[in-house]
């Protein structure tokens, strides 16, 4: 089965840091194209940031010049870099990303999400 994993989630001070993982499990599957979100008000995905297969990404303008995504081919894992964080980026996020199996797409997959709470 199939699963993205996520971890680097917890509780920071305004204005500090965190790294957010994604990683897909075996050694024939890959994360290529994927997107980062989080909880809007009542329980509504919003759109953080995205990684296209190219390695072109976009975010959103509440997170743009603070947070930037990255693959890690290697190890089968993506990040979101998240620094000069706010109270307001306090929320569960969550990956979502096409994954290969070896060349083959198999489809697009959820991470279960991870707890960010920054305090001011």
């Known amino acids: 089965q199939v699963q993205l994993v996520q971890s680097g989630g917890g509780l920071v001070q305004a204005g500090g840091s965190l790294r957010l993982s994604c990683a897909v499990s075996?050694?024939?599957?890959?994360?290529?194209?994927m997107a980062w979100y989080r909880q809007a008000p009542e329980n509504r995905r919003e759109l953080v940031a995205t990684?296209?297969?190219?390695?072109?990404?976009n975010y959103a303008d509440s997170v743009k010049g603070r947070f930037t995504v990255s693959r890690d081919n290697a190890k089968n894992t993506a990040y979101l870099q998240m620094n000069s964080l706010k109270p307001e980026d306090t929320d569960v996020y969550y990956c979502?990303?096409?994954?290969?199996?070896?060349?083959?797409?198999?489809?697009?997959?959820w991470g279960q999400g991870t707890q960010v709470t920054v305090s001011s």
């Open positions: 979502n990303a096409e994954i290969y199996n070896d060349n083959d797409l198999m489809g697009d997959y």
């Open positions: 075996g050694n024939t599957f890959s994360i290529d194209a």
């Open positions: 990684l296209s297969s190219g390695g072109s990404a």
